[in-house]
């Protein structure tokens, strides 16, 4: 399906794009991983600071990343149902798609540690395997990775031992030793830092904060969307984002007042740390269904699509938007750049982040009235698609 194409699911597009603009917001509030706090601030605008990080977290933290992962699940579907629909299967080539994702996550985690891409195209291929399985089993397996079973374990295993003290997250060690190359003024240092102890440091968060077990999930059931046409416009999807809108709306209250308040109900630390992680994942999923359910039905009608469609150019480059946001992010912030994790606090960075954001838009504008798709995203193509010659 091209972007000129009738058949372009363009509401997966604008929540891609829209996915981008708030991971770019979250990013630059945290100085892509530089966490300073500018000294002699005015009074008033620390409280704004303070309100402005709040409230983007509030609405992004973990939910950005979990509609990538979902989409990624339907755009898994949609390649392999058209290419089924030419007598071919597309597992043996989505297998090779995620080493070359793997190849761009790498070049992205040189510039920002906190990437993705690598982690989706090592979780991506576990994916594969549940190309042809029924929905029942796909359901079921998504559903068991949901309720996170290694924190159920270590939450037995902690009720069973009243003593039992988890060790320190080992990716604490690894955050602190960020600061001697991302301050420095060496971009070779900071590359090798990055790609070292920083990713030493994600995939240790990852694992403590049970995010593998959620991107697989979420992969999962992504798969099921996109062979139940969730996102095809019908009143079958419409009905179905509705009722999803309501119930997710009511879940995630008593699981954010819960999630505020567990510190409070629990008292052992053994016990409460395997409890946040899984209510954290159940809250931030609940909410991530309000944003995509409430951003369906509201791309459906006339009035709000015009507005919410200026996300679909961002969102058919998403690739391409991901990693330059990281070389400019890091380009901005690091001391190898320009150094303003220094200056600026999360008001200050949000109106970078709002700025970029605009600039992003208004280029992808452009390039997709020019091109078919975006720059890393025709090299993906094309490589994804490169016949070996005998």
Known sequence: MTPNSSNRLYVLDAIRGFAIVSIMLLHNLEHFDV????????????????????????????KSYAMFALLFGVTFYIQSSNQEKRGMDFRGRFAWRLILLMGFGLINSAFYQGDILTNYAAIGVLVIPFAKANNKVIFAFALLLLLQPLEWWKLFTAWQNPDLVWPKPESWTYFGNMNEYIKDDSFWATVKGNLSNGKLAVLNWSYENGRFFHILSLFLFGLLAGRKQLFVTSKASTKFWLRSLIISSLVFIPLYIIQKNLGQMISRKAILMPLQTMETAWTNLAFMIVLISGFVMLFQKKFFHRILNIFSPIGQMSLSNYIFQSVLGS????????????????????????SLAILMGILCSWWAKHYQRGPLESIWHSLTWIKLKR
């Not at 409280?47 to 983007?56: N, R, S």
């Not at 380009?331 to 709002?354: D, H």
């Open 331 to 354: 380009s901005l912030y690091y001391g190898f750049g320009l150094g303003l994790y220094q200056y600026t606090g999360a008001t200050m960075s949000m109106l970078i982040g709002i």
């Open 35 to 62: 966490y300073f706090l500018p000294e002699n601030l005015p009074s008033w605008l620390v409280a704004l600071d303070k309100m402005v990080w709040d409230t983007l977290f509030f609405l992004f933290a973990g």
